[in-house]
């Protein structure tokens, strides 16, 4: 956690997946456009998708949500994504 000011709105470029099957762990950097759907796990091998209502793989299992819904959480506006 750090509590240092950020005058502009900041795009988290990683985000660490964990699998929902074994548990594994990866921090993986998201490409800013466009949406992963499919993440193969490093561990199990598990091929991941999005959850319902989730527009990529970092949304379902990340600990940071895709770029495009990061800013429409900021407020920005971008929109789009994969919809
Ligand atoms: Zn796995």
Same mark, same amino acid.
């Not at 594994?24 to 466009?34: C, F, G, I, N, S």
């Not at 091929?47 to 407020?75: I, N, T, W």
């Given at each position: 956690?750090?509590?240092?000011?950020?005058?502009?709105? +900041?795009?988290?470029? %990683?985000?660490?997946?964990?699998? #929902?099957?074994?548990?594994? %762990?990866? *921090?993986?950097?998201? #490409?800013?456009?466009?949406? +992963? &759907? &499919? /993440?193969?796990?490093?561990?199990?091998?598990? *091929?991941?998708?999005?959850?319902?209502?989730?527009?990529? *793989? &970092?949304?379902? /299992? =990340?600990? @940071?949500?895709?770029?495009? @819904? +990061?800013?429409?959480? +900021?407020?920005?506006?971008?929109? =789009?994504?994969?919809?």
């Amino acid at each position: 956690m750090t509590d240092s000011p950020s005058p502009t709105p +900041q795009l988290d470029l %990683r985000s660490e997946i964990t699998c #929902p099957h074994c548990g594994h %762990r990866k *921090v993986e950097e998201m #490409p800013t456009d466009a949406c +992963q &759907f &499919f /993440y193969a796990c490093d561990s199990c091998g598990a *091929v991941l998708r999005p959850k319902a209502g989730d527009c990529c *793989v &970092f949304c379902s /299992y =990340g600990s @940071v949500p895709c770029p495009p @819904v +990061q800013l429409e959480r +900021q407020g920005a506006g971008a929109g =789009g994504c994969c919809r």
